[in-house]
């Protein structure tokens, strides 16, 4: 099982857009590697996508990039023994209405 992670994109890798650098800061370290865009086509610098070993799987937008990194954050937090639910999930963490009596 590989896990997807986002990357940005920082610089085309070859003149046809087909490949690409990506880089994501985790932590102080800064990971960087070529990736593959061939399924989801050229991209501009800047866009963030979905990727695993290398290729690109899909692009993604600022809603589905903050719920990613929620989780991600909550994944690195569970691991360090710091997690604490109500911290994390926010989409999740809403309270349900409650339905009124039918008359």
């Known amino acids: 099982m590989c896990l997807s992670i986002p990357l940005q994109l920082v610089a085309l ?11 994501r800061r985790q932590g102080s370290a800064l990971r960087r590697e070529r990736v593959n865009l061939m399924l989801i086509g050229p991209q501009p610098v800047g866009t963030w996508i979905l990727a695993s070993l290398g290729l690109a799987r899909e692009v993604l937008d600022d809603r589905e990039l903050a719920l990613i990194e929620d989780a991600l954050a909550a994944l690195a937090a569970s691991r360090a023994g710091d997690y604490d639910a109500a ?12 339905r009124s009596p039918l008359p």
């Open 13 to 23: 890798a070859n003149e046809n857009g087909d490949f690409a650098i990506a880089e």
């Open 87 to 98: 911290k994390h999930f926010s989409d999740l963490n809403t309270p349900r209405q409650t």
